[in-house]
Each structure stands twice: as C-alpha cells, then as structure tokens.
T-cell receptor
Framework: LAKTTQPISMDSYEGQEVNITCSHN???????ITWYQQFPSQGPRFIIQ???TKVTNEVASLFIPADRKSSTLSLPRVSLSDTAVYYC????????????FGSGTKLNVKP | DAGVIQSPRHEVTEMGQEVTLRCKPI?????LFWYRQTMMRGLELLIY????????DSGMPEDRFSAKMPNASFSTLKIQPSEPRDSAVYFC?????????????????FGPGTRLTVL
C-alpha cells in the first residue's frame, strides 16, 4: 500500500481558502488519490477523487501534479463547520483495493 | 436508503466476554469493510468482503477477531474473548464496484460506528 504524509494539523479563519498538501511518493500507476473528511463521532465521508491534473466538485478542488507524488486539497472559503480531520488516501482504481487512512490533518477553522 | 446501519452504537463489556458487532450495508453494494479507530493507531482496515466473500483479513489483529458475511445485507465482527486494548470505535463501510474508475469510484459509505469499551 502506498502510504501518505500530511501535516498533523492546520489552523484557518472563516472565509479563507485552505490548501492541504499530501505526499505520496510511492503511488502506483493505477492508484487514485482520494480525500475523506471526518467529523467527531462520525464515520469518514468522501470528498473528492482524482487521478491527475485538476478535479473540482461542489465541495472542493484537487490538484495533482504531473509526477503524482503529491496532491493538494483546496477548500474554498471555509466555515466553522469545515473543522474536521481530512484524510488523503491512495489506492483503488479499476481493481478495487484497500486503503491506508493514516493520521489525517486536523483542520481547525476559527471565527 | 438509510445508509450503513451499525448496532449497537455503544457497547460496554468486561474483559473476557464475547462481543458481536453488527452491520447492514447499503442495498446493492458489493463491498463491505470493517475498520477500527483509536487515538493511538488512527483508522485501520481490519477486513473487507466482496460479494460476501472475505478478500483480505490481513488487518485483523489476532485470532480473537473474526468476521462473517452470511448474506449481502448483513455482517458481523466478533471478538472472543475481549480485552481492554480492544476498546475503540469500530466502523463498517460499504461500496459498489460499479462506480470504480468514475469520479466517485473510491467512495466508501461509512456507518455511524460502534464505540466499544472493554473494562
């Protein structure tokens, strides 16, 4: 399994854009990059997934450079309700695979 | 759909007792996952099933843990005998291979979890 490295925690203020970068040097050719969000006392929730370049959905954007050894989750104009732990995962793809969640990044949004 | 359903939500037991956690996946999903989350070790994958068949149980900590999926709508995770170090939140998740490769291909749907305390 390709492991990931993320900052342990980040602070931000309401209305700011937050970028969380994840390193995954051993990513395999058929691995996708997936981000999950977890609130206290809840299970993780899917945010976004990508393979290369840029992916955007109604919640976030995901930037993946050409070498795919890192990725950046971008959350536009965060609010207090975005305070959560964010996990970067690599794996999956056309042959469903298991994931290594790691420790995640604890994002603390302040008023 | 009600989402992934887990029971019980909380379980307190004494060391040595048998514990059974239950999960009902989302209808139509063909993958089922059991995870364990602790402060020390984070979120760990214990075992996953495809079409009711266990595919990878390498994350199961030891022989005291066992998991079954007798049909597409039900799975159990059993700990026998339980120990204080088994105290954790246990999550069940389900997914559909039908979305693999699409923009949400790796989306797993997690249940609310079972908080287990072994005294």
């Amino acid at each position: 399994l390709a492991k990931t490295t993320q900052p342990i925690s980040m602070d931000s203020y309401e209305g700011q854009e937050v970028n969380i970068t994840c390193s995954h040097n051993n990513i395999a050719t058929n691995d996708y990059i997936t981000w999950y969000q977890q609130f206290p006392s809840q299970g993780p929730r899917f945010i976004i997934q990508g393979y290369k370049t840029k992916v955007t959905n109604e919640v976030a954007s995901l930037f993946i450079p050409a070498d795919r050894k890192s990725s950046t989750l971008s959350l536009p104009r965060v609010s207090l309700s975005d305070t959560a732990v964010y996990y970067c995962l690599v794996g999956g793809g056309y042959n469903f695979n298991k994931f290594y969640f790691g420790s995640g990044t604890k994002l603390n949004v302040k008023p | 759909d009600a989402g992934v359903i887990q029971s019980p939500r909380h379980e307190v037991t004494e060391m040595g007792q048998e514990v059974t956690l239950r999960c009902k996946p989302i209808s139509g999903h063909d993958y089922l996952f059991w995870y364990r989350q602790t402060m020390m070790r984070g979120l760990e994958l214990l075992i996953y099933f495809n079409n009711n068949v266990p595919i990878d149980d390498s994350g199961m900590p030891e022989d005291r843990f066992s998991a079954k999926m007798p049909n597409a709508s039900f799975s159990t995770l059993k700990i026998q005998p339980s120990e204080p170090r088994d105290s954790a939140v246990y999550f069940c998740a389900s997914s559909s291979l039908g979305n693999s490769g699409g923009p949400r291909g790796n989306e797993q749907f997690f249940g609310p979890g079972t908080r287990l305390t072994v005294l």
